[in-house]
C-alpha cells in the first residue's frame, strides 16, 4: 500500500535518521498527485475505447454498463468527469461491437434518433438503461447472440473456405466436394485461386455469385 512505498523512501522525508513531518507529508502529497493523475488518464482513455471494453465483457451488458460507472466513479472520486456528449457517442460505440443482431438494431435507431435531434432529452444514464433493457428482453428469451441472417451466411462462407483449404493442403478435391460446388466452374475457380491468380474471396464470390461486400470477411 501507500504507506509502505513510502517507508521505502526514508532518504526523502529524513534527515540525519530523524522524520520530518513536514517532508513526510509532501511525499505524500506527491503520490497522491502521481496516483490521481495515473487513474484519471487510464479512466479517460477506457472510457474512449467502449467498443474493446463490451469484447473484454463478453458481449454482456450489465457486466459493461457496471465497469463504465466504475470508471465514472473513481473520475467523480478524483474531482474530474468526462464531456457528457463524448461519453454518450462512446457508450454507442461500445454497444455497436455487441454480437447480437437485434440489439444492434435498436442502438442504431437509438443512434440516428439522437443525431437527427429526435431525442435531444437522451442522457447516458438513460441510453445505459435502455441498452440493459433491450439486452435483458433477449436474455430472457434466451435469444441473446443471434446473427442477423447476413452474418449467419457470412459464417458458413468462411466454414465452407476453411473446408476448402483441408482439401487443398490434403493434396486432393473430392469429386462429391467438385459436383456440389457447380463442377468445373468450382474447379475453375479454385485453380485459378491455387496459383495465385485469384484471392480466395474473389474465387468464392464468383463461385456463389455473391456481392463483393456478402464475402469482405471471408479469411483464407
Known amino acids: 500500500d501507500t504507506s509502505t512505498k513510502i517507508s521505502l523512501e526514508k532518504e526523502n522525508y529524513e534527515v540525519n535518521g530523524t522524520p520530518i513531518a513536514a517532508l513526510y507529508y509532501k511525499l ?12 484519471v488518464v487510464i479512466a479517460k482513455q477506457e472510457l ?8 473484454t465483457c463478453n458481449n454482456d451488458i450489465e457486466s459493461f ?4 460507472n466504475e470508471l465514472k466513479l ?12 463524448d461519453l454518450l457517442i462512446n457508450l454507442f460505440n461500445g454497444y455497436k461491437a455487441a454480437q447480437d443482431s437485434d440489439f444492434q438494431i435498436t442502438i442504431d435507431k437509438l443512434y440516428r434518433d439522437y443525431m437527427h435531434g429526435e431525442a435531444p432529452n437522451l442522457t447516458t444514464e438513460s441510453l445505459m438503461q435502455r441498452a ?3 439486452y435483458q428482453v433477449r436474455k430472457e428469451a ?3 447472440g443471434s446473427l442477423s441472417p447476413d452474418q449467419q451466411q457470412i459464417v458458413a462462407l468462411q466454414a465452407k473456405v476453411d473446408e476448402l483449404k483441408d482439401t487443398r493442403l490434403s493434396g486432393h478435391i473430392g ?13 475453375i475457380s479454385l485453380k485459378i485461386a491455387r496459383t495465385g491468380r485469384m484471392t480466395w474471396q474473389v474465387a468464392i464470390r ?14 483464407p
Open 132 to 134: 440493459f433493457t433491450a
Open 74 to 85: 473513481k473520475l467523480a472520486q478524483r474531482g474530474t468527469t468526462i464531456d457528457s456528449t
Open 48 to 55: 474512449s475505447q467502449l467498443d474493446k471494453r463490451m469484447i
Open 142 to 144: 434466451k435469444v441473446w
Open 206 to 219: 464468383k463461385l456463389l455469385r455473391l456481392p463483393p461486400q456478402q464475402v469482405s470477411h471471408i479469411k
Open 28 to 39: 505524500i502529497l506527491s503520490k497522491a498527485e502521481v496516483d490521481t493523475l495515473a487513474t
Open 175 to 187: 469429386a462429391s466436394t467438385i459436383t456440389k460446388e457447380r463442377g468445373c466452374g468450382f474447379c
Open 65 to 68: 454498463n457496471t465497469s463504465v
